[in-house]
């Protein structure tokens, strides 16, 4: 019997789905969207997604601060277009607050929900959230200080096996 051309040679059609990982390194509330976005877009397509937070990605899980994410306006060079703050002002007291304030205005109107809904809705639609060891460790941050959509706190060896064969992203 001729076959199609789908399968592997092995006698196996099974097709394997897409992977995406995404390594989130920064918090700040203009770094916490691009994950989430791809993440959400991933899932909408299908894509397996597992998402490993590192470094000051930590805020973004963790419960204290991840509804109170800012923006920098100092050494930010997006800030003069985007929000016509020149970088001398952004130094000024309140501009940080002004900005974010700004931000969440300018996200709610493209109608993407605040980072911890979006992280809920991403976990439940089947992604997988992952805390760094090693960062957690680093800012004595606790499991029960992050929020519960953590799958697991896990080293950075455990996510190199979890990535393999992924399309790996590091924002």
């Given at each position: 019997m001729a076959g199609n051309g789908s399968g592997n040679g092995n006698g196996s059609d099974q097709k394997k789905n897409r992977k995406l990982c995404i390594i989130c390194s920064k918090g700040s509330l203009d770094m916490a969207y691009p994950p989430l976005i791809l993440a959400n877009a991933a899932r909408m397509q299908g894509v397996d997604v597992d998402m490993f937070f590192t470094f000051w990605g930590m805020d973004i899980i963790t419960k204290s601060k991840?509804?109170?994410?800012?923006?920098?306006?100092v050494g930010n060079p997006a800030m003069h277009p985007s929000f016509h703050i020149p970088t001398m002002v952004g130094g000024l007291p309140g501009m940080s607050d002004m900005a974010s304030a700004m931000m969440r205005v300018e996200i709610?109107?493209?109608?993407?929900?605040?980072?911890h809904?979006?992280?809920?809705?991403?976990?439940?639609?089947?992604?997988?959230?992952?805390?760094?060891?090693?960062?957690?460790?680093?800012?004595?941050?606790?499991?029960?200080?992050?929020?519960?959509e953590v799958d697991a706190t896990i080293t950075a060896m455990d996510f190199i096996e979890i990535s393999q064969d992924a399309q790996l992203l590091f924002i």
């Open positions: 991840v509804d109170h994410l800012h923006i920098a306006t709610e109107k493209l109608d993407f929900p605040p980072v809904e979006f992280l809920q809705m991403i976990h439940d639609s089947g992604a997988h959230i992952y805390s760094c060891l090693a960062s957690q460790d680093m800012m004595h941050l606790s499991n029960e200080e992050l929020i519960d």
